[in-house]
């Protein structure tokens, strides 16, 4: 199985060249229609999340939700990891407590909020090692692909580290308080395929397969329609979130869905599943 560093590469349906960012640490290019993919890319330090890479990811996001061109974001690394996390190196010891708050609470908390609240589906490619702060970045995403020698493990317990609530509710949504509690409290890596079974990944691939894998599933989710990805995502996070709705929240869901009745999109599926043809989406 090949797990040697990679460079992203465009296919068909791509855009160019990768797009360096964060100083060449984190790429974007477009591999397939309507999909962008976002590449970790400092293998030699296990792709770290350091203040360049999270305010990219914390910048590009939103960029990438304007319209409707992109409709599905990879987001994946190079290496042997997917990311081992905070990039703890670069706390200094003359002025530990203000490097450490200052990376974990805004830069942080910044770009995971960025994953999370970006409308369209993101999809974590987990080419490898998953740790700390990279779990939570994968777990934010809504799909994770995952190569079946990658390790996933979270690391505070053996760090003397407390976990942000807003990064354990992300767990807790995923995997339940029970599974959330082991992982935090023993600080276990866990191999993929217990991953697969506690439903912290969603498929559990052969190494050389991750990229394959993850594009033909970003592919399939890029061709569905924009309002009705955006609509069932929202509606989805919503009930997450909130289990017993408010009288408002439940009015805006109802509004929500009944939006798409008018829409064009809506329109457009339907003759085009008649017609037994590739939709033309317009988003509205």
């Known amino acids: 199985m090949n797990r040697g560093p990679h460079r992203p590469r465009t296919r068909s349906g791509g855009g160019g060249e990768p797009i360096e960012l964060a100083e060449g640490k984190l790429e974007l290019d477009r591999p397939a229609e309507a999909v962008a993919r976002l590449t970790l890319s400092n293998p030699e ?13 914390a910048s590009t996001l ?6 409707i061109e992109t409709r599905c974001v990879v987001i994946t690394g190079t290496g042997r990891a997917f990311s081992a996390g905070y990039d ?15 990376l974990v609470a805004h830069p942080f908390h910044a770009a995971m909020e960025a994953v999370s609240a970006h409308p369209y589906p993101v999809l974590a490619a987990i080419n490898g090692h998953c740790l700390g702060g990279g779990l939570e970045l994968a777990v934010r995403c809504d799909l994770r692909v995952c190569a079946e020698s990658a390790k996933l493990g979270m690391p505070p ?23 959330t509690k082991e992982l935090f409290l023993t600080g276990r890596n866990l191999d993929a395929d217990r991953a697969g079974e506690i439903g912290l990944v969603n498929r559990v691939v052969a190494d ?33 979130r909130f289990p017993r709705l408010s009288d408002q929240q439940e009015r805006e ?13 809506f329109r457009e599926g339907v003759r085009a599943f008649a017609e037994k043809r590739k939709p033309d989406w317009k988003g509205c």
């Open 208 to 240: 050389a397969e991750v990229e394959a894998a993850a594009l033909e599933l970003a592919s399939e989710i890029a061709a569905n329609a924009p309002l009705s990805m955006t609509g069932n995502k929202r509606a989805i996070e919503t009930l997450a």
């Open 45 to 57: 330090k296990r792709n770290p999340l350091d203040h360049d890479v999270l305010d990219s990811l």
């Open 157 to 179: 317990a053996r760090l003397g580290l407390i976990y942000g609530h807003t990064g354990l509710e992300r767990f807790i949504d995923v995997i339940g308080v029970a599974r």
């Open 62 to 67: 939103p960029e990438l939700a304007e319209g």
């Open 88 to 102: 703890i190196g670069a706390i200094g010891d003359q002025s530990f407590e203000q490097d450490a708050e200052a």
């Open 253 to 265: 869901l109802i509004e929500l869905r009944r939006s798409c009745f008018a829409s064009e999109d």
